[in-house]
């Protein structure tokens, strides 16, 4: 596995490490400061106070015990700065404040494009 592979994979681990920590900080210092956002839902956040500040929140609230699991990561260099790294990912644990335990059995795919820098601009 080359060292660029290795980078951007480990840029993926990365978000679903801090997402298992509830480690926030860390979290939002995987993106650029002009990165874009988008969940599963459509919610749309633009820079990485916004993606901090939503991601906070339902640390604190609906996803306080949930785990994020990765699988299958598809990586691709465009360009020899740029890598778009596509997964699947599935997320398990309470899902909400009430404490109703869901795990959201299906996998759904992401997709992380990320700059040498090995910061995230766009998930």
């Known amino acids: 596995m080359s060292a660029e592979i290795t980078e951007a994979r480990r840029v993926v681990e990365s978000f679903a490490e801090c ?12 993106f650029s400061e002009d990165a874009e956002f988008v969940n599963v839902v459509g919610l749309w956040w633009k820079g990485r106070a916004a993606i901090k500040a939503a991601h906070e929140f339902t640390h604190q609230t609906i996803f ?6 990765i699988a299958e990561v598809f990586i691709r260099f465009p360009a020899p700065q740029i890598a778009i790294t596509r997964c699947n990912w599935k997320l398990e644990g309470p899902c909400n404040a009430r404490r109703i335990t869901t795990a959201r059995e299906q996998w759904h795919p992401a997709e992380y494009i990320a700059q040498r820098s090995r910061q995230v601009v766009h998930h």
Do not use: P, Q, V
Request: proline share 0%.
């Open 64 to 69: 306080k015990n949930s785990r994020l699991t």
């Open 19 to 30: 997402w298992n920590n509830h480690d926030i900080d860390a979290f939002a210092e995987l």
